[in-house]
């Protein structure tokens, strides 16, 4: 059981006063919370106050600035610092999507110019028409097989060819900018080193597992393309340069990579290359083109611009039956009751220029080239290709003579 402690008035009085003082005290360390008067907040805080203004005013007017000054000290540390950003230049949408700093086009090594795409047919393709092919234009010249793979790392190209040269122009295939772009001027005035490339007419193509990784690769169109450049003392030197893509349809892609293309995967020459084999692609066209005669090129062209609606002029070559290949694959070959004797003789005509071509072709390729259905393991991918591509040229040449030949035992009936 508790007792009550008991104090006397005196006691009493004694702790109230000690209660005062350590409450006077403890007001004495918190800061002042006072009432704003109007006049305060018109009041400039750097102007010194007068005999009239309170003490309270002055406390306030510091507290405020020193509050001031300590929330903006706080601001400058927690904010972190901002980073300087280059200028930058930005390419369309269809050839090109790399951003390019001002510090790359001051390197004179990089050539950031490439050719339009902006006209070419087979965008906005449907679903069941898109290829896994694309089409590279802008091509530095002694591009390597290498230097591709490193542009499309992480997409996996399958196959690199180069198609048979036609020295015309394709309308909807080929670019229409002028390779050489900007003039001596212009490169004075932008200090730019302008890398040497292909033209139009150098049509290089590669294929993907999909054409929905094509697709993806696409989306590269407009960036750099780091090539190994060698002068005459063997001496390297990078130099990079923007190139362009554009897809091509599946019926384009078929035709092209089964008629017309040098595969360039596994090819191999080195010429210009220091420290190893490597496929540069014109050197690899050229040693192709050695192997197969003029005749097949004219007769694989002929009947592309047959095939896919192409309007191309094809160039008649100094062979005394050339013109037949064009007549025989840019007609239709029609034989009704109503033809003419005269036309019934230039068919016959026809006919028998098609089996002196297909002579002349049989004797001018060589043994691996010619009635070889199944491809020689022995022989390396380029001959294998080239042997493909004298094949398809024969085995289109017979069909325009069974063609003709049917229509000719059709007309006996009349």
């Known amino acids: 059981m508790s007792t009550r402690q008991s104090f006397s008035n005196d006691q009493v009085k004694e702790m109230g006063r000690k209660a005062r003082l350590r409450l006077e005290e403890e007001k004495s360390k918190r800061k002042e919370i006072v009432r704003l008067d109007d006049d305060l907040l018109i009041a400039p805080a750097n102007i010194s106050t007068t005999h009239h203004n309170t003490e309270k005013t002055s406390q306030f007017a510091m507290a405020i600035q020193q509050s001031t000054l300590s929330k903006t000290a706080a601001t400058k540390v927690a904010r972190p610092q901002k980073r300087r950003r280059t200028a930058t ?238 007549e025989a694959f840019q007609t239709t070959i029609i034989i009704s009751p109503q033809t003419s004797q005269e036309e019934k003789q230039r068919l016959v005509t026809l006919h028998n220029h098609l089996v002196t071509i297909y002579e002349d072709l049989e004797r001018q390729s060589s043994p691996f080239h010619f009635h070889h259905k199944v491809i020689d393991p022995c022989l390396s991918l380029q001959s294998n290709s080239n042997s493909m591509i004298c094949q398809r040229a024969a085995e289109l040449l017979l069909d325009r003579i069974s063609s003709i030949q049917k229509a000719l035992c059709y007309s006996f009936k009349f």
Request: glycine share 6%; hydrophobic share 35%.
């Open 89 to 326: 230049t930005r390419t369309s949408a269809r050839t090109g999507h790399r951003n390019i700093t001002k510090s790359k086009l001051l390197n004179k090594n990089v050539d950031t110019w490439a050719p339009s795409t902006g006209g070419l047919l087979y965008y906005d393709l449907p679903k069941e028409e898109k290829s896994d092919i694309i089409r590279i234009h802008g091509l530095p010249i002694g591009a390597t097989v290498e230097d591709l793979k490193k542009f499309f790392v992480g997409l996996y190209p399958s196959h690199f060819f180069v198609l048979l040269s036609f020295e015309a122009s394709i309308q909807g295939f080929d670019s229409t900018s002028d390779v050489s772009h900007p003039n001596k001027e212009e490169k004075e005035k932008r200090s730019l080193h302008l890398v040497d490339r292909h033209g139009p007419e150098f049509r290089l193509c590669v294929k993907f597992p999909s054409y929905i990784t094509a697709d993806v690769a696409l989306q590269r169109s407009g960036e750099l393309l780091h090539v190994n450049t060698y002068d005459k003392n063997e001496n390297v030197s990078t130099v990079a340069a923007s190139i362009s893509l554009s897809p091509i349809s599946r019926q384009v892609g078929r035709y092209i990579e089964n008629y017309l293309a040098i595969d360039c995967t596994k090819c191999i020459t080195n010429e210009g290359c220091r420290g190893g084999f490597k496929t540069i692609f014109s050197h690899a066209l050229a040693e192709a083109e050695k192997s197969i005669p003029p005749i097949v090129n004219q007769i694989l062209w002929a009947n592309a611009a047959r095939v896919l609606k192409w309007k191309l002029d094809i160039q008649k070559r100094d062979y005394d039956y050339s013109h037949s290949i064009q």
